[in-house]
């Protein structure tokens, strides 16, 4: 077989550009997987497709020298439900749908980083490379755990990474061990009697309710919650009536709370529903209350967290690793892999005037490509060096 071609930058903005002009969403990535094992099969990985819910793809790469280690590398490839407002030639050909969340540079620099180790195998063990679906709220990554991932591509640990607008391309930051929040979702839909808005006392004003409810969940926050951690409820969908003149007989409110504490996130959510339970029998409504635990916390291994930080640390393509940035509120499937195996997610600069995430002018900055390309290569090389 010949040699693989040479990984250059711009072979990663092609590729890239491709990704980002077809963008796919949970579970339904089935171009961007094929794609994906195209360019692999082509530079002479072993490939396996349909997993993750069937658009899900994983590599196998052995090294040239035997080892029984295994290391695991991912990357997400889904997009967004978000309508694209750049103009230029790469932006999305697909309505409504975006790469708002840098999903194609992720997949780009794996998939760079993988073809070029094709090319020189010089590590001892197994790398899986990992493309994984429906990061974006659809919990892609907890789908792969179940279908056996981990028993079907056995490695000793796992490690992901995100591009993170603010910080410039050559920097990164590496958390010894909270890196992004829990994710839980709630839906509250409060029921009473609709009536004229002339004349409330004839009805039970769920609106008034909802209102009340809105207000005083917040002291979840800023009361119960320790003032050592932290914690966010957000309620950012309201849904209530029609008319001027009518006080509507249902009130639908949805949203997220968020926090680090697996004991935390349990009082939090019991909370929650006896404040609901209270505020609905003080109206004399009726409160159904769907709450969905989504997403635990992403909590990296120290001791995998202090090996990606020294690799990035020797990188000349890194000009700033970042020990003691805050983590972050958004949340990460990612962690449903870091439930079962140690590993760590590092954050990669995409440039401190880039449009911040889920936003319809973000782009993926190709200058931050050949720096996640160089550090999986660098890991690799690195951990699994004998």
């Known amino acids: 077989m010949n040699k ?13 550009h491709a990704f980002h002009r077809q963008p796919e969403t949970a579970f339904e ?38 080892s029984s280690s295994a290391i695991g590398l991912r990357a997400d490839i889904d997009a967004l439900d978000v309508t694209e407002l750049n103009r230029f030639a790469h932006a999305s050909a697909t309505p409504g749908k975006m790469h708002a969340c840098g999903h194609d540079g992720h997949t780009t620099m794996l998939l760079g980083a993988a073809c070029a180790l094709a090319r020189d195998p010089d590590f001892a063990g197994r790398v899986y490379f990992i493309f994984q679906p429906a990061e974006e709220n659809e919990g892609g990554g907890r789908v792969m755990v179940e279908e056996g991932l981990f028993e079907r591509f056995p490695m000793q640990a796992v490690y992901g990474l995100h591009n993170w607008p603010g910080l410039a391309v050559g920097e990164v930051a590496v958390h010894d061990t909270a890196v992004m929040a829990a994710f839980d979702v709630f839906t509250l839909t409060l029921t009473g009697r ?68 697996p004991s935390l996130r349990a009082y939090l959510e019991k909370r929650f529903r006896e404040a609901i339970e209270a505020m609905a029998s003080f109206h004399g409504l ?61 954050w990669l600069g995409n440039g401190e005037e880039s449009a911040s995430l889920h936003n319809p002018h973000y782009d993926f900055n190709d200058a931050a490509a050949p720096v996640g390309m160089a550090y999986w290569q660098a890991l690799v090389k690195t951990l699994l060096r004998d």
């Open 29 to 66: 990535e089935h171009q961007t997987g094929a794609r994906i094992a195209d360019i692999l099969q082509a530079a002479g990985l072993e490939v396996v497709t349909g997993l993750g819910g069937g658009t899900g793809v994983v590599a196998i790469l052995d090294g040239r020298r035997e």
């Open 194 to 261: 609709g009536c004229h808005a002339a004349m409330p006392h004839l009805g039970t004003d769920t609106v008034l309710a909802a209102c009340q409810l809105a207000t005083q969940l917040q002291g979840l926050i800023s009361r119960e919650t320790p003032a050592h951690q932290t914690a966010v409820l957000s309620i950012t969908q309201f849904h209530a009536g029609d008319a001027y003149n009518v006080i509507p007989e249902t009130v639908e409110l949805r949203g997220t709370l968020r926090c680090f504490d």
């Open 286 to 346: 009726k409160a159904d209350f769907d709450y969905q635990a989504r997403y635990p916390a992403t909590i990296n291994t120290p001791e995998q967290a202090t090996r990606c930080a020294e690799v990035l640390e020797a990188l000349p393509e890194v000009a700033r690793v970042h020990r003691d940035l805050p983590p972050s509120m958004a949340s990460e499937d990612f962690a449903f892999m870091l439930q079962q195996r140690p590993g760590a997610y590092i």
């Open 4 to 16: 693989p071609a040479e990984i250059d930058a711009e072979t990663l903005r092609t590729w890239r």
